[in-house]
């Protein structure tokens, strides 16, 4: 006990609320839950069926919710047929395998190549950055001069007027951009 005594135990709570906030036991201010009730199965099955009997009348009162019809999407019956023109022919093992392997080297060649096209670009962004460099080091108007955009490469030729008078007729508020609007209105 004497070992125990020089001992000295050292605990550090860091929380952001004060120290009264910090509680070792439960709150005791709730009351004990209530008994329930003993209900009878046929009073609770009786009570379920006048509430549906309630419920169904209600919704019979208010009659069927009226849906909106979908005229946007008309199909052709034509295309909702399912006879096909062609027979469906099975290839063969052999000609799969052939297919997956002209897949897998034409995925190979199409990957080569855009590595070497992204090579390619790299290169030339690298030499144009240092063809840069060493014009600014030469002379600085030179640089302004060839970092500017040529009009030459990319003709821009616009006639006409600057300013477009708005369409008269034209409604806004049409939500398919049609100049008369004739969305329908359900209420």
Not at 27 to 54: F, H, I, T
Not at 125 to 136: F, P
């Amino acid at each position: 006990m004497a070992s125990l005594q020089g001992l000295q135990l050292v605990r550090n709570f860091f929380t952001r609320a004060g120290g009264l906030s910090i509680r070792a036991t439960q709150v005791l201010r709730a009351e004990p839950p209530k008994k329930k009730k003993r209900v009878d199965p046929k009073q609770e099955v009786m009570r379920q069926q006048r509430l549906l009997k309630k419920l169904k009348k209600i919704q019979f009162k208010m009659g069927d919710p009226e849906l909106k019809p979908i005229v946007d999407f008309d199909v052709d019956r034509k295309l909702m047929e399912d006879d096909r023109k062609r027979d469906d022919n099975e290839a063969d093992f052999e000609t799969s395998e052939e297919r997956a392997r002209l897949q897998k080297a034409w995925s190979r060649y199409k990957f080569q190549q855009h590595v070497t096209e992204t090579n390619t670009i790299k290169k030339a962004i690298r030499s144009q950055t240092k063809a840069l460099e060493e014009l600014r080091l030469e002379s600085e108007e030179l640089y302004q001069a060839a970092i500017q955009r040529d009009p030459r490469l990319f003709p821009l030729l616009i006639t006409g007027p600057t300013y477009t008078p708005p369409v008269t007729d034209y409604s806004a508020v049409s939500p398919d951009g049609e100049y008369i609007d004739v969305t329908k209105q359900y209420k």
